[in-house]
T-cell receptor, first 114, second 107 residues
Framework: NAGVTQTPKFQVLKTGQSMTLQCAQD?????MSWYRQDPGMGLRLIHY???????DQGEVPNGYNVSRSTTEDFPLRLLSAAPSQTSVYFC?????????????FGNGTRLTVT | KNEVEQSPQNLTAQEGEFITINCSYS?????LHWLQQHPGGGIVSLFM???GKKKHGRLIATINIQEKHSSLHITASHPRDSAVYIC?????????FGQGTRLTINP
């Protein structure tokens, strides 16, 4: 099993550019989520999904878009990159939203917006 | 006040010492997660618990639901335990994360 695969590992964008961070899991997990990690702030939820076709906003959704057309994939789109979006992004999945389901994280994407 | 508070924020100890990291939360939870992140590395799940105590090797996690408090203990600490330890409170749909505890174990 590959677990949670996140690409790319590093990305540099100019202000105003758009890009998509890819996240795929092969564990048939219902729940997938995107977080950003900034120094001193801990992990913050951007968007999450409890199954194919269902997405919802987290704590810091502005400037980001998601879709969940399949169980396996949960891409995160930056619509028009801003320097404030410079961060490390993590995708995570777990079996379902209920109890008894450990988290599985991707290896992260370090994004710099200049 | 953050919904999930960890203490201490930084901890330096000598190899072999017993380590305790604390996590207090103010939200209702269905589970509490402990995660480990090595410098420049990914995030690994250590424990998920909703009551009592769990043990894995030298790591022990406990939770007191009434007091809304969880602890992570490391026995016989080793330099390879140096990492950031993060607790996360799981609600119905979302998780709320603490800011992490940076642990450094010196040989």
């Amino acid at each position: 099993n590959a677990g949670v695969t996140q690409t790319p590992k590093f990305q540099v964008l100019k202000t105003g550019q758009s890009m998509t961070l890819q996240c795929a899991q092969d564990m048939n997990h219902e729940y997938m989520s995107w977080y950003r990690q900034d120094p001193g702030m801990g992990l913050r939820l951007i968007h999450y999904s409890v199954g194919a076709g269902i997405t919802d906003q987290g704590e810091v959704p502005n400037g980001y878009n998601v879709s969940r057309s399949t169980t396996e994939d949960f891409p995160l789109r930056l619509l028009s990159a801003a320097p404030s979006q410079t961060s490390v992004y993590f995708c995570a999945s777990r079996r379902g939203p209920g109890v008894g389901s450990p988290l599985h994280f991707g290896n992260g994407t370090r994004l710099t917006v200049t | 006040k953050n919904e999930v508070e960890q203490s201490p924020q930084n901890l330096t100890a000598q190899e072999g010492e017993f380590i305790t990291i604390n996590c207090s939360y103010s939200v209702g939870i269905s589970a509490l997660h402990w995660l480990q992140q090595h410098p420049g590395g990914g995030i690994v799940s250590l424990f998920m618990l909703s009551s009592g105590k769990k043990k894995h090797g030298r790591l022990i996690a406990t939770i007191n639901i009434q007091e809304k408090h969880s602890s992570l203990h490391i026995t016989a600490s080793h330099p390879r335990d140096s990492a950031v330890y993060i607790c996360a409170a799981q609600g119905a749909q979302k998780l709320v994360f603490g800011q992490g505890t940076r642990l450094t174990i010196n040989p």
